[in-house]
Nanobody, 125 residues
Framework: QAQLVESGGGLVQTGGSLRLSCAASGRTFSSNAMGWFRQAPGKEREFVAVISGSGHTTYYADSVKGRSTISRDNARNTVYLQMNILTPEDTAVYYC??????????????????WGQGTQVTVSS
């Protein structure tokens, strides 16, 4: 019954920015790490970013480090991913996920228990 719903995806030009949101419901995830993953057609799902339950620890994939920021608002049970300087390589379906209890900041999908349905990000060349 816990649910994660992503929003904020869309079509953007190269060099543009997007802010993705992930709203959780059914329970609070304030004690769970929250992550973002993405999957392009024909490719495996890849890690993008993760933030600890407290919000004090973050990790980013090298492909987005320096131009992306993950954040969370536990009062709203929501996590965000700000992405800047987007390129066509960022085109993918972006998923948010809540980590399993006891996992700090997992970097692989197996560390997560709940997943959203994804939001499409398309970056035009």
């Amino acid at each position: 019954q816990a649910q994660l719903v992503e929003s904020g995806g869309g079509l953007v030009q190269t060099g543009g920015s997007l802010r993705l949101s992930c709203a959780a419901s059914g329970r609070t995830f304030s004690s769970n790490a929250m992550g973002w993953f993405r999957q392009a057609p024909g490719k495996e799902r890849e890690f993008v970013a993760v933030i600890s339950g407290s919000g004090h620890t973050t990790y980013y994939a090298d492909s987005v480090k320096g131009r992306s920021t993950i954040s969370r608002d536990n009062a709203r049970n929501t996590v965000y991913l700000q992405m800047n300087i987007l390129t066509p390589e960022d085109t993918a379906v972006y998923y948010c996920a809540a980590a399993q209890n006891g996992y700090t900041v997992p970097l692989v999908p197996t560390g997560y228990q709940y997943w959203g349905q994804g939001t499409q990000v398309t970056v035009s060349s």
